[in-house]
């Protein structure tokens, strides 16, 4: 059973190689891996609205709730044993601020990626296939 539907930037090089880590780690394959990006995403899964999943992370519980932002690092990162790389993050006082800090860098995320590896957006990247990456 997916215990945890993950909406992630397919066209974003920072995104994808973090969903790729985090497929790798997911042996027991606890969670489903959804581009946002895929032209049919808004038919499939109409009540996850795509500019919203865009603006901040979004995932799923197998109950139906969303959850956001650094909650779903946290959550997904504890599913492969790892939640203790977002832990500090969720701590009372620090949570206010790593939240501030996640927004800035969701919305800077593909500027960010240019800086930090040269490439801002994937136009066919795939944890599975790897990417083929425009600047």
Partial sequence: MTELTLYYDGQCPLCVAEVTQLMKADKQQKMQ????QQSDF???????????ASD??????PDGRIILGLD????????????YLYAPLRWP?????????YLWFARNRYKISGW???KE???TCSPDKGCDIKK
């Fill in 33 to 36: 891996m959804v581009d946002i």
């Fill in 93 to 101: 006082v620090i949570r206010w601020f790593a939240d501030i800090a």
């Fill in 56 to 61: 901040i992370l979004h995932a799923e519980l």
């Fill in 72 to 83: 779903v690092a946290h959550k997904a990162w504890g599913l492969v044993g790892r939640g």
């Fill in 116 to 118: 930090l590896t040269g």
């Fill in 42 to 52: 808004a038919e499939r899964y109409p009540h996850i609205d795509p500019q919203a």
């Fill in 121 to 123: 957006r994937c136009e």
